[in-house]
C-alpha cells in the first residue's frame, strides 16, 4: 500500500523498481535492538526519463539505470553500520540513488519485520526528487 499518488512530471518518466528486498539489519533506538540485526525489506521504486511515442528505444543498459547498482548500494549503506531511524535509512538510499543524475524521482519504502507479532511490518515510505537547478 501506498499513499503517493502517481508521478507528477512534465517529462514522461520509465518507472524502475526493486521490490521486497529482504535484507538483516543493524538498526533501531531501543537497548534490545542495539548489537543485533533485524529483518527489514527494502522497496525503491526511481523515475527516469523516458519516450512517450511509439518508437522502440536501443536495446542497450546505457539508456536506463542498472536494478543491480541499486541493490549494490542498499547492500553497501546497510554495511555502513547501526541506523537508529528507518527514516535515516530510507533518506540515505533514496540519496544514493539520486546521485545519478539520469533518476529524477525516487521512492523508498523500508519496512522492519519482526517488530510486533500480531503486524506483518512497520516502517516509512519516502519520495525524493533531483534538485531543479
Not at 528486498?21 to 540485526?37: C, Q, R, S, W
Not at 529483518?39 to 511515442?53: C, K, L, Q
Not at 522492519?112 to 537547478?133: H, M, N, P, Y
Request: glycine fraction near 4%; charged fraction near 25%; aromatic fraction near 6%.
Amino acid at each position: 500500500m501506498t499513499v503517493f499518488a502517481p508521478w507528477v512530471s512534465e517529462q514522461p518518466l520509465r518507472c524502475l523498481f526493486i521490490n521486497n528486498m529482504l535484507i538483516d539489519a543493524y538498526i533501531g533506538v531501543f537497548p534490545h535492538e542495539l548489537n543485533v540485526t533485524q529483518r527489514i525489506r527494502v522497496s525503491v521504486a526511481f523515475g527516469v526519463p523516458d519516450r512517450n511515442d511509439l518508437e522502440v528505444g536501443q536495446d542497450d543498459l546505457s539508456r536506463t539505470v542498472s536494478y543491480e547498482h541499486v541493490v549494490r548500494l542498499v547492500h553497501q549503506i546497510i554495511a555502513e553500520g547501526h541506523v537508529r531511524l528507518v527514516e535515516t535509512l530510507a533518506e540515505r538510499i533514496a540519496a544514493g540513488v539520486l546521485a545519478d543524475q539520469r533518476v529524477q524521482v525516487v521512492r523508498v519504502k523500508i519496512e522492519k519485520l519482526d517488530v510486533f507479532e500480531e503486524i506483518e511490518s512497520v516502517g516509512v515510505e519516502i519520495e525524493r526528487r533531483q534538485k531543479i537547478a
